[in-house]
């Protein structure tokens, strides 16, 4: 399974069709669950938020800045070796104000997708469209460069 857990709601139409039409393309090939926790301007309640829901026996991968890029072809392959081991992938998202060393340290690597900064809803956008472009580079079928 395919975990995502992201700090907030969305609240932008545009936003909530993309993450919806994504999620579904995932679906087909892979169980997926986008867990939203309560966002806090003190991190140490997002904290707690993220802590409720993180599973330490799940594999999971932190996004932020510092973290590893990969190419897609790349991640693709990475995502495809990690399910060889493990049965649940979790993503997490921060916040605004990121995620904290607490979070980090519990993950089992980071990654990043940019040196940039994105706005929550539109980064879940994308990295949904990364799942979904990995599955299908996986399958070896055919999806637009």
Known sequence: ??????VGKIKEKY?????????ERISKYHKIDIIEVKDDDNLNNETNNILK???EKDYNIALCI??????????????????NYHSNLVFIIGGSNGLSEKIINL?????SFSNLTFPHGLFRGIL???IYRSFKINNN????K
């Open 1 to 6: 399974m395919i975990k995502i857990i992201c």
């Open 15 to 23: 936003l909530t069709e993309l993450i919806n039409d994504y999620y």
């Open 53 to 55: 829901v993180l599973n």
């Open 66 to 83: 510092d973290g590893i890029n990969y190419d897609s072809i790349s991640l693709a392959k990475h995502i495809n070796n990690l399910f």
């Open 107 to 111: 993950c089992n690597e980071k990654i």
């Open 128 to 130: 949904l469209e990364q």
């Open 141 to 144: 079928e055919c999806y637009h």
